[in-house]
């Protein structure tokens, strides 16, 4: 069962414009949410986390977006760029009883010239 | 880089057969996660090593086991081979357990393909 739902499955933007990927959670015990870039031939790399004391966290133009009562984070880039284009997984765990951490299907993003 | 590096890269082999994978984690980090990653989907947890022991596992059979050396390196074997089997794994190492996910490094994967 997919513990972290998230869409869309593939995203085309035009290179300037804002990237978002949407992911929803269902276990409330989750209080570490993490996002990882992708690149072909390659593991995911952390990209940026929050947890959800906070609902927004930003590192250069990449924002997190958290909406506890709703159960769902987003994943906002903004200035899209060719480079960013990566496959973009959310991921979630509860870190106080959990090693494994409960990944997204992902979301395909290509940023076009 | 993330200092995690997996052997081989790209591996073949027929339905059947056995199949061994290599992790040496990030240097000082005695905490190895194994993932399976299929063609178009997330990861999905296998099991972790921490000190040498099992420390969890996930929704996998019996039949996918691992070690973890006194140095942390770690190895995934898989028996009996199914074509489902086909993915690509990943290591990931951090130090600890009680990170909770933060700080994990994952190695570039090795992609096994089941014919």
């Known amino acids: 069962q997919q513990q972290v739902k998230q869409s869309p499955q593939s995203l085309i933007v035009q290179k300037g414009g804002i990237s978002i990927i949407n992911c929803a959670y269902e276990?409330?015990?989750?209080?570490?949410f993490p996002w990882y870039q992708q690149f072909p031939g390659k593991g995911p790399a952390l990209l940026i986390a929050i947890r959800p004391d906070v609902s927004e966290k930003k590192e250069g133009r990449f924002t997190i977006s958290f909406n506890k009562s709703a159960k769902q984070f987003s994943l906002h880039i903004m200035d899209s760029q060719p480079g960013d284009s990566a496959t973009y997984f959310c991921?979630?765990?509860?870190?106080?009883?959990?090693?494994?951490?409960?990944f997204g299907k992902g979301t395909s993003l290509l940023v076009t010239p | 880089e993330t200092g995690v590096t997996q052997s081989p890269t790209h591996l073949i082999k027929t339905r059947g057969q056995q199949v061994t994978l290599r992790c040496s984690s990030q240097s000082g980090h005695n905490t190895v996660s194994w993932y399976q990653q299929a063609l178009g989907q997330g990861p999905q947890f296998i099991f972790q090593?921490?000190?040498?022991?099992?420390?969890g596992r996930g929704n996998f059979p019996p039949r996918f086991s691992g070690l973890q050396f006194p140095n942390y390196s770690s190895e995934l074997n898989v028996n009996a081979l199914e074509l489902d089997d086909s993915a690509l794994y990943l290591c990931a190492s951090q130090l600890g357990v009680s990170s909770g996910g933060e700080k994990l490094f994952f190695g570039s994967g090795t992609q096994l393909s089941v014919l």
């Open positions: 090593y921490y000190r040498e022991e099992e420390n």
């Open positions: 276990n409330t015990a989750f209080d570490y």
């Open positions: 991921a979630a765990i509860d870190s106080n009883s959990g090693y494994a951490l409960n």
